[in-house]
Protein backbone atom coordinates (compact mmCIF):
# COMPACT_ATOMS: atom_id res chain seq x y z
CA UNK A 1 0.00 0.00 0.00
CA UNK A 2 1.35 3.16 -0.57
CA UNK A 3 0.87 6.01 1.15
CA UNK A 4 -1.51 8.79 0.12
CA UNK A 5 -1.15 12.22 -0.78
CA UNK A 6 -3.51 13.43 2.26
CA UNK A 7 -4.54 11.14 4.59
CA UNK A 8 -8.28 11.14 5.26
CA UNK A 9 -9.45 12.45 8.58
CA UNK A 10 -11.09 9.88 9.56
CA UNK A 11 -8.15 7.28 9.96
CA UNK A 12 -7.35 9.82 13.41
CA UNK A 13 -8.87 7.11 15.83
CA UNK A 14 -10.70 8.85 18.94
CA UNK A 15 -7.90 7.78 21.48
CA UNK A 16 -5.28 9.57 19.64
CA UNK A 17 -3.85 7.27 16.90
CA UNK A 18 -3.12 7.14 13.20
CA UNK A 19 -5.31 4.11 11.91
CA UNK A 20 -3.63 4.39 8.69
CA UNK A 21 -0.23 3.01 10.18
CA UNK A 22 -1.74 0.27 11.95
CA UNK A 23 -0.53 -3.38 11.25
CA UNK A 24 -4.04 -4.70 10.89
CA UNK A 25 -5.19 -1.85 8.19
CA UNK A 26 -1.94 -2.39 6.45
CA UNK A 27 -2.14 -6.07 6.22
CA UNK A 28 -5.99 -6.24 5.96
CA UNK A 29 -6.83 -6.87 2.25
CA UNK A 30 -10.73 -6.05 2.46
CA UNK A 31 -9.68 -2.03 3.67
CA UNK A 32 -10.17 -1.31 7.21
CA UNK A 33 -11.36 2.59 6.82
CA UNK A 34 -10.02 3.24 10.63
CA UNK A 35 -12.04 3.87 13.94
CA UNK A 36 -14.10 6.73 12.33
CA UNK A 37 -15.01 5.28 9.38
CA UNK A 38 -17.51 2.31 8.59
CA UNK A 39 -17.34 -0.72 10.81
CA UNK A 40 -17.19 -3.14 7.52
CA UNK A 41 -13.41 -4.96 8.03
CA UNK A 42 -13.01 -3.73 11.04
CA UNK A 43 -11.31 -6.23 13.47
CA UNK A 44 -13.50 -7.14 16.29
CA UNK A 45 -11.17 -5.41 18.80
CA UNK A 46 -11.90 -2.29 17.27
CA UNK A 47 -15.44 -2.50 17.16
CA UNK A 48 -15.30 -3.50 20.52
CA UNK A 49 -13.22 -0.46 22.04
CA UNK A 50 -13.71 0.72 25.18
CA UNK A 51 -12.28 4.08 24.30
CA UNK A 52 -13.82 4.03 21.35
CA UNK A 53 -17.41 3.63 22.70
CA UNK A 54 -16.85 5.98 25.55
CA UNK A 55 -16.42 8.83 22.94
CA UNK A 56 -19.60 7.84 21.30
CA UNK A 57 -21.64 7.69 24.37
CA UNK A 58 -20.72 11.30 25.40
CA UNK A 59 -21.63 12.13 21.63
CA UNK A 60 -17.94 12.92 20.59
CA UNK A 61 -15.46 12.23 18.42
CA UNK A 62 -12.13 12.24 19.97
CA UNK A 63 -10.77 11.55 23.53
CA UNK A 64 -9.47 15.13 23.61
CA UNK A 65 -12.74 16.50 23.23
CA UNK A 66 -14.10 15.53 26.65
CA UNK A 67 -13.20 17.25 29.74
CA UNK A 68 -11.47 14.45 31.37
CA UNK A 69 -8.73 14.26 28.99
CA UNK A 70 -6.37 12.56 29.68
CA UNK A 71 -8.55 10.01 31.52
CA UNK A 72 -7.14 7.26 32.81
CA UNK A 73 -8.15 4.48 30.11
CA UNK A 74 -6.43 6.76 27.55
CA UNK A 75 -3.54 7.14 30.08
CA UNK A 76 -2.94 3.52 30.23
CA UNK A 77 -3.34 2.63 26.65
CA UNK A 78 -0.82 5.79 26.19
CA UNK A 79 2.25 4.46 28.41
CA UNK A 80 1.36 1.25 26.63
CA UNK A 81 2.07 3.11 22.97
CA UNK A 82 5.14 4.62 24.27
CA UNK A 83 6.77 2.09 26.10
CA UNK A 84 6.17 -0.66 22.94
CA UNK A 85 5.67 1.53 19.75
CA UNK A 86 7.69 4.80 20.70
CA UNK A 87 4.44 7.05 20.31
CA UNK A 88 2.38 9.11 22.45
CA UNK A 89 -1.33 9.14 21.80
CA UNK A 90 -1.93 11.58 23.88
CA UNK A 91 0.56 14.12 22.29
CA UNK A 92 -1.00 13.44 19.32
CA UNK A 93 -4.13 14.38 20.90
CA UNK A 94 -2.74 17.57 21.97
CA UNK A 95 -1.70 18.05 18.63
CA UNK A 96 -4.36 17.74 16.53
CA UNK A 97 -6.37 20.17 19.26
CA UNK A 98 -3.64 22.46 18.55
CA UNK A 99 -3.04 22.21 14.71
CA UNK A 100 -5.49 20.51 13.72
CA UNK A 101 -6.30 17.40 11.86
CA UNK A 102 -4.50 18.50 8.52
CA UNK A 103 -1.57 19.88 10.50
CA UNK A 104 -1.26 16.30 11.89
CA UNK A 105 -1.76 13.92 9.24
CA UNK A 106 0.62 16.42 7.22
CA UNK A 107 3.13 15.32 9.59
CA UNK A 108 2.03 11.86 10.30
CA UNK A 109 2.32 11.60 6.34
CA UNK A 110 6.59 12.16 6.16
CA UNK A 111 6.93 10.64 9.21
CA UNK A 112 5.64 7.08 7.96
CA UNK A 113 6.53 6.58 4.52
CA UNK A 114 9.04 4.86 3.36
CA UNK A 115 11.60 5.82 0.89
CA UNK A 116 9.70 3.19 -1.51
CA UNK A 117 6.59 5.79 -0.82
CA UNK A 118 4.66 2.21 0.71
CA UNK A 119 3.77 3.25 4.42
CA UNK A 120 5.52 2.13 7.57
CA UNK A 121 3.56 0.21 10.00
CA UNK A 122 3.72 2.03 13.37
CA UNK A 123 3.27 -1.63 15.11
CA UNK A 124 5.99 -3.52 13.66
CA UNK A 125 8.20 -0.83 11.50
CA UNK A 126 8.03 -2.81 8.56
CA UNK A 127 7.17 -0.95 4.79
CA UNK A 128 3.94 -2.11 3.59
CA UNK A 129 5.52 -1.95 0.05
CA UNK A 130 9.31 -3.22 0.11
CA UNK A 131 8.75 -5.13 3.16
CA UNK A 132 11.94 -3.75 4.63
CA UNK A 133 12.15 -3.30 8.39
CA UNK A 134 12.65 1.15 9.46
CA UNK A 135 13.94 1.79 12.61
Known amino acids: MKMPVFI???FFAS??????????????KKNCLGCLGEDTNKP?????CEIKKCVKD??????????????IKIKNLDKSYKKRYRISLIEN???VKEKGIEEFMNI???KWQCECFGIISLH???CSECKKKIE
Do not use: T
Not at 44 to 48: D, V
Not at 64 to 71: D, L, N, V
Open 108 to 110: ENK
Open 124 to 126: DRF
Open 58 to 71: KELSHCYECIEFPC
Open 8 to 10: QPY
Open 93 to 95: SKM
Open 15 to 28: CGMNCLVCYVHLKN
Open 44 to 48: ERCLN
